[in-house]
């Protein structure tokens, strides 16, 4: 049985970093689209970052040259270091992990398996 489990979010300053991470378990991680979402207060969900089965990475513009993706494979847990936050970033925090079947697309990965979300909040 998939499970994602994310954990690290908190309240933060702006400026300030936090790291998130994502347990996988029921499948391997590896070669396999992994992404971070971020769905504020009535606001619709949005794709945050994305590594690919060959590990490419990309970033959506708000976040690009702040936030990090990164996976250990050992471990079959993905990452999302956050530095020089806003308080726009404010959000609750969802990893994904692809699937066949899955209704929602970022960056050319169709996403099937979610995690329960971390708060993340950023005040100014």
């Known amino acids: 049985q998939v499970q994602l489990v994310e954990s690290g979010g908190g309240s933060v300053q702006a400026g300030g970093s936090l790291r998130l991470s994502c347990a996988a378990s029921?499948?391997?991680?590896?070669?396999?689209?992994m992404a971070w979402f971020r769905q504020a207060p009535g606001k619709e969900r949005e794709g945050v970052a994305i590594?690919?089965?060959?590990?490419?990475?990309r970033y959506a513009i708000s976040v690009k040259g702040r936030f990090t993706i990164s996976q250990d494979s050992a471990k079959n847990t993905l990452y999302l270091q956050m530095n020089s936050l806003k308080p726009e970033d404010t959000g609750m925090y969802y990893c994904?992990?692809?699937?066949?079947?899955?209704?929602?697309?970022?960056?050319?990965?169709?996403?099937?398996?979610w995690g329960q979300g971390t708060q993340v909040t950023v005040s100014s």
């Open positions: 994904a992990a692809a699937g066949a079947y899955g209704v929602t697309w970022f960056l050319g990965c169709r996403f099937d398996y």
């Open positions: 029921g499948f391997t991680s590896r070669n396999r689209c």
């Open positions: 590594m690919d089965s060959n590990g490419v990475t």
